[in-house]
Structure formats: C-alpha cells, structure tokens
C-alpha cells in the first residue's frame, strides 16, 4: 500500500528534502511503505541538474536551493500543490521513462477531474494547456501555458522530489526565473483559467486517480 500524507502550513525545503531522503532509504531498505506527500512550501527556488545561471532571472527575490533533481529551474510557493513521489521504480518495472510518462498520466488524469485537458509537449517538460482565450502566437498557433511540472531523483531505484501543479499561486512569482528553461511559452493555474478549484479538491483527484496509473498492488 501506498501511505498518503497531507501537510498543514509550508513546509521548509531543506526539512522536506530531508525528509524525502530519508524515507526514500528506508523504502529501499523494506523498512517503509511507499509514501505520497502532498505540501506547499513557502516561496523560493529549486535548482535541477540542468539548471543554467542565466535561467535565474532574479537570484535575490527568494532563496534559492539545489535540489539534485532531473530538470531546469521551479519555482514553489503557496497555492501551489507540490506531490513529492517516493514510490519504489524497482517494483514497478526499473523503466525510468515510463515511471515519468506515468507521473504525466497521473496529473492529465487528475486535471480530466475537472473538465481541463493537460497535454504533454515534445521536447519539453510538464503538463501544458492550450490557450484559445489569448491571442495567438506570432505563427498563428494557440497558445500554451504550462501549469504542472515534473522532476524526479533515484536513489537505490526509490524516487523522490516528483511534481507541482498550480492551484492558485502568484504567477508573477515565476519571473525570477525561466521556468524550465522555456521562456517562450507562460504558466497558468486551474483559477486563472477560470477552475473554482481548492487544494482539498485538487488532492481528492490526484487519489482518486492514482490507481488509473499506478497499480498499487505491484
């Protein structure tokens, strides 16, 4: 079984990072169920293996953490639910592409909930919705914002960080950075497109959803 828990407030990030590692020890060890850790943190910056010193817009607006995960520069504040994924890769097929096509599955699933089609985008990272209520690109295409992202480590084939999906945070936050090095496309949030959505109800969907993707029992 997979143990769900909730955190009330905004947690720090070296105590999440924390945390997670040590729980991820101790699910490879057969010491501790797998574990999904739903949480907002307060506003700052995360800094992926791929992160580039340009990317950082803004370095004195928040703190800014390496986080040692797959991935660009994030940013995580409230109104954002942050899913941190300790779940064993091992038991479920050592296929780490797959495992984040399942993340994506996941969130897109938990969008649907709402009537929202998030998209994955080739070449780039995260969740995506189209934009018909904005003007189109200089192309003539849709527009698209981003409004979930997705980075992952592995240690002993045990994941941790895992992804964000926008609620309702501040936007204007994110332009102390390019998040995940795409600056030529925006970021949204389920009530910025117009999405009456809570973090309760948000959460509700991601566990109702879970199984759609992830077969607990194997």
């Not at 959505?197 to 566990?207: C, F, K, N, T």
Request: proline letters at 6%; a negative charge.
């Amino acid at each position: 079984m997979v143990e769900w828990y909730r955190s009330e407030g905004l947690v720090p990030y070296p105590e999440a990072l924390s945390l997670m590692e040590a729980r991820a020890e101790a699910i490879a060890r057969g010491d501790a169920p797998e574990m999904i850790w739903l949480l907002e943190h307060p506003p700052l910056y995360t800094a992926g293996t791929s992160a580039r010193p340009e990317d950082l817009r803004d370095p004195a607006r928040f703190p800014v953490f390496e986080a040692r995960r797959g991935g660009q520069y994030t940013y995580h504040g409230p109104g954002q639910r942050v899913v941190y994924t300790m779940l064993d890769v091992n038991r479920r097929g050592r296929d780490v592409r797959r495992f984040v096509c399942d993340l994506e599955s996941w969130v897109m699933d938990a969008l649907g909930e709402f009537g929202l089609k998030g998209e994955r985008r080739a070449g780039r990272v995260g969740i995506w919705v189209t934009r018909p209520d904005k003007a189109p690109d200089i192309d003539g295409s849709l527009r698209e914002d981003k409004i979930a992202a997705i980075g992952i480590r592995l240690r002993r084939w045990v994941s941790f960080h895992g992804l964000s999906i926008n609620v309702e945070p501040d936007l204007e936050h994110f332009g102390g950075i390019v998040p995940c090095g795409i600056s030529e496309h925006g970021v949204t949030s389920l009530v910025d497109l117009g999405l009456p959505v809570g973090m309760g109800d948000l959460d509700a969907a991601l566990e109702r959803t879970f199984a759609t993707t992830f077969d607990q029992g194997n």
